[in-house]
């Protein structure tokens, strides 16, 4: 019938996966902050340097409105790919509550499917 149910095996699967996922959103989430913040200042230094080109008020505000709004696109995203990943453990965590064993932490973690889309793109490369 394939593996044994050892439970302990399993919760153990089920807090790498959980941690995996609440910290590939945390990295996504630091990385836009310091995107936009980098973006902010580098705009803000044109902004500095050729002041005649550009009225202060207006480009102040067309600066904080794009920051913003990239600011929510890219947080929704980071949101929606960490609810996904929330979804599927909701179903290993009914499977392990049925007693049927996970799939191998390759499997769970992404791990697998990250080896193939690099030795495709290698191939797509060469």
């Not at 630091?30 to 973006?39: P, R």
């Not at 499997?107 to 490369?125: H, I, M, N, Q």
Request: glycine content about 4%; proline content about 6%; hydrophobic content about 45%.
């Amino acid at each position: 019938m394939g593996e044994p149910f050892d439970k302990d095996i399993e919760l153990v699967k089920l807090q790498i996966v959980a941690e995996t996922s609440l910290a590939d959103m945390q990295i996504n989430m630091s990385l836009v902050s310091s995107s936009i913040i980098i973006l902010f200042v580098f705009l803000l230094t044109v902004v500095i340097q050729y002041p005649a080109s550009f009225p202060p008020a207006a480009a102040v505000a067309s600066i904080a409105f794009g920051l913003a709004i990239l600011f929510v696109i890219f947080m929704f995203h980071a949101r929606r790919k960490y609810e996904r990943g929330s979804r599927e453990l909701n179903g290993y965590v009914e499977n392990f509550k049925a007693g049927k064993p996970l799939p191998p932490l390759t499997t769970l973690c992404g791990v697998k499917e990250k080896e193939e889309k690099t030795k495709s793109r290698k191939k797509r490369d060469s």
